[in-house]
C-alpha cells in the first residue's frame, strides 16, 4: 500500500505566501503519512525559479521531517540560455533527486521552450511516472512511463476553465488505457479551473471503469492506493495490445 498526496492551489499574491500556505497543507499530508505529494504547474506568481534550493527549502525540511517525496510542481528553468519547464523531485531525504522535462510544451511556450527528450521513472515509495500538463494529450507518454515500470503517474498540470472538461477526460483515458492511476494536480483562480482529480479504476466482471474524486478551492487529499491491483488487469491490457503492430 502507498499513500498518495494531491495539493490544490489558488493565486497568492508573492512566491513566499503561496509557499507558506502549501507548507501547511503538506505537513497536513504528512502527519497523515502521505509517502508522495504533487503539486500543479506554474502555481507560484513568479514562476521562473532562478534556486530551486532556495525558493524550496521549506519543502525540502518537510520533506525529510515526514520522509515524504514532494513534486512542488512544474517551472521554468533557463540555464546557458536553454529554458525547460522541469518538475524537480524532493526525495523522503530532503534533497532533490531528479527532475522531469516537459516534452510537449504548449502553444505559446513552442516560441521559448526547448522539448524534453526523456519519460523518467522515479523510485521512492513506489515506482512513479510525472506527465506534466500537455503532455497528458499524448498518450505515447503515459504509455512510455507504464512500460518502463510506473505504478502510478502524477501530473502537475495549470488548466484554463474551458479546459477542464477535456482535461479530466484525457487524464481518465489515460488511466483506462494504461490501467494505472493518475493524480492531477491544478490550479485554482479566476483563469484557471481547479478540478484537480484523482482517478482510481475498478473492475465489475471484467469491465475496467473510472472511480474519481475531485477537489474544489485551496485543498489537499491523500488517498491510500494498493498498487498491485493494476498488474494482472495492465498485463492482459498490454498483451492484447500487441496483437497489433
Avoid at 497568492?12 to 503561496?18: A, D, P, R, V
Avoid at 495549470?158 to 490501467?179: C, D, F, H, K, S
Amino acid at each position: 500500500m502507498v499513500k498518495l498526496g494531491l495539493i490544490q492551489t489558488i493565486s497568492y499574491s508573492t512566491n513566499q505566501k503561496g509557499i507558506s500556505r502549501v507548507s501547511e497543507m503538506l505537513r497536513r499530508l504528512g502527519k497523515k503519512e502521505a509517502e508522495i505529494v504533487c503539486l500543479p504547474e506554474q502555481w507560484l506568481k513568479n514562476n521562473e525559479i532562478s534556486d530551486f534550493d532556495l525558493e524550496f527549502s521549506d519543502f525540502k525540511k518537510i520533506a525529510k521531517d515526514f520522509s515524504m517525496t514532494i513534486i512542488p510542481g512544474a517551472f521554468y528553468e533557463t540555464i546557458k540560455r536553454k529554458t525547460s519547464i522541469i518538475a524537480p523531485i524532493i526525495g523522503p531525504e530532503g534533497e532533490f533527486i531528479d527532475r522531469q522535462e516537459k516534452i510537449h510544451p504548449f502553444d505559446y511556450e513552442r516560441d521559448t521552450i526547448k522539448p524534453g527528450m526523456e519519460a523518467k521513472i522515479f523510485n521512492t515509495a513506489c515506482k512513479f511516472g510525472v506527465i506534466i500538463c500537455y503532455d497528458m494529450v499524448f498518450p505515447k507518454v503515459a504509455n512510455t512511463l507504464v512500460k518502463k515500470g510506473a505504478q502510478v503517474l502524477l501530473s502537475p498540470s495549470r488548466i484554463v476553465r474551458r479546459g477542464i472538461t477535456p482535461w479530466q477526460m484525457y487524464v481518465q483515458v489515460r488511466a483506462l488505457e494504461n490501467r494505472i492511476p493518475i493524480l492531477a494536480a491544478n490550479v485554482e483562480s479566476h483563469r484557471f479551473g481547479g478540478n484537480s482529480i484523482v482517478v482510481d479504476l475498478t473492475e465489475n466482471n471484467k469491465v475496467m471503469t473510472t472511480k474519481i474524486t475531485k477537489l474544489n478551492g485551496e485543498s489537499e487529499i491523500i488517498r491510500e492506493f494498493k498498487l498491485d491491483k493494476y498488474e494482472k488487469s495492465r498485463k492482459i491490457r498490454f498483451s492484447d495490445s500487441n496483437k497489433f503492430q
